[in-house]
């Protein structure tokens, strides 16, 4: 099984700032099968990036996702308030799918 | 457009039974594979389950293996589990989505309560 950390746990910003989340997985992922979720108290899961880098379907151009191997990082480029929230890593290519404890963004 | 609805969640005993569902509409959905993911309260996410489109091939978690069944039926359009052997830590809410590039679309969950 691979597991993912995800760092910080938590990570207070204001808004405008930069955010940069970070998951390391515990063995090599096929980058085409690795994405992030952004999570909102009492809403389902929203997919924002899948193949490390490409975002989905009307997500803004201030989230970006990068890496490869076991390191991947996504960033926010300034957070709008909307933004704060818990993000999830995810590998989606290796049975058991497995997704990232989260990183909770939260005002500072 | 893509909408995923899941309904069956409500208070089971421990060791009891239960079938949730998932009902899609928006695309083609035997075309796609479908996965069931849970959250306890207060916690992270969890997948659960995944079946391909033609249903031929599925997966679980070593959580739920050998207790969870996923199936789907196409004609209509539905995604099925169903959770025997339930335990109190099977509480959760319970998500259907589907799996593309990514588990592109969500439903809103359908909340489990295994409790005496």
């Known amino acids: 099984e691979i597991v993912l950390t995800q760092s910080p746990g938590t990570l207070s910003l204001s808004p405008g700032e930069r955010a940069t989340l970070s998951c390391r997985a515990s063995q090599n992922i096929n980058s085409i099968y690795f994405a992030w979720y952004q999570q909102k108290p009492g809403q389902a899961p929203r997919l924002l990036i899948y193949?490390?880098?490409r975002r989905a379907t009307g997500i803004p151009d201030r989230f970006s996702g990068s890496g490869s191997g076991t390191d991947f990082t996504l960033t926010i480029s300034r957070l709008e308030p909307e933004d704060f929230a818990v993000y999830y890593c995810?590998?989606?290519?290796?049975?058991?799918?497995?997704f990232g404890p989260g990183t909770k963004v939260d005002f500072k | 457009e893509v909408q995923l609805l899941e309904s069956g969640g409500t208070l089971v005993q421990p060791g009891g039974s239960l079938r949730l569902s998932c009902a899609a509409s928006?695309?083609?959905?035997?075309?796609?594979?479908m996965t069931w993911v849970r959250q306890a309260p207060g916690q992270g996410l969890e997948w659960v389950s995944v079946i391909s489109g033609s249903g031929d091939s599925t997966y679980y978690a070593d959580s739920v293996k050998g207790r969870f069944t996923i199936s789907r039926d196409n004609s209509k359009n539905t995604l099925y589990l169903q959770l025997n052997s339930l335990r109190a830590e099977d509480t959760a809410a319970y998500y259907c989505?589907?799996?593309?590039?990514?588990?592109?679309?969500w439903g809103q969950g359908t909340l489990l309560t295994v409790s005496s």
């Open positions: 928006g695309f083609t959905f035997s075309s796609y594979a």
């Open positions: 995810q590998q989606y290519g290796s049975s058991p799918f497995t």
């Open positions: 193949g490390v880098s």
């Open positions: 989505a589907r799996k593309y590039s990514g588990f592109d679309y």
